[in-house]
């Protein structure tokens, strides 16, 4: 089992910045492909950004691309989301998740522990 807990989130101007975090327990993360996922009102869970286990290889969604970075801690059992250049549209609640493959998946069912979000709100 692994418990995962988002915080960083709140509510930003845009072209404002947020760094998320999620912090882990229960084993560790180099164990795992970590992703970030979001979910808008009305909207599906969509994909935002995976890193490998050593954190040697990221993947984005085209929308972020270039204005976030992913990055892991594995010593700290940590996962961060740099979000710089906010948009309106970028306002979801944001979930951190380990895969259960080895790849970058870009699906939420190859994700299986899950955080309980947290909430991201950009002003315009």
């Known amino acids: 089992q692994v418990q995962l807990v988002e915080s960083g989130g709140g509510l930003v101007q845009a072209g404002g910045s947020l760094r998320l975090s999620c912090a882990a327990s229960?084993?560790?993360?180099?164990?795992?492909?970590m992703g970030w996922f979001r979910q808008a009102p009305g909207k599906e869970r969509e994909f935002v950004a995976a890193?490998?286990?050593?954190?040697?290889?990221?993947n984005y969604a085209n929308s972020v691309k270039g204005r976030f970075t992913i990055s892991r801690d594995n010593a700290k059992n940590t996962l961060y989301l740099q979000m710089n250049s906010l948009k309106p549209e970028d306002t979801a609640v944001y979930y951190c998740?380990?895969?259960?493959?080895?790849?970058?998946?870009?699906?939420?069912?190859?994700?299986?522990?899950w955080g309980q979000g947290t909430q991201v709100t950009v002003s315009s």
């Open positions: 890193i490998s286990r050593s954190g040697g290889s990221t």
């Open positions: 998740a380990t895969a259960r493959v080895l790849e970058m998946a870009v699906t939420p069912e190859w994700y299986d522990y």
């Open positions: 229960g084993r560790t993360l180099s164990w795992y492909v």
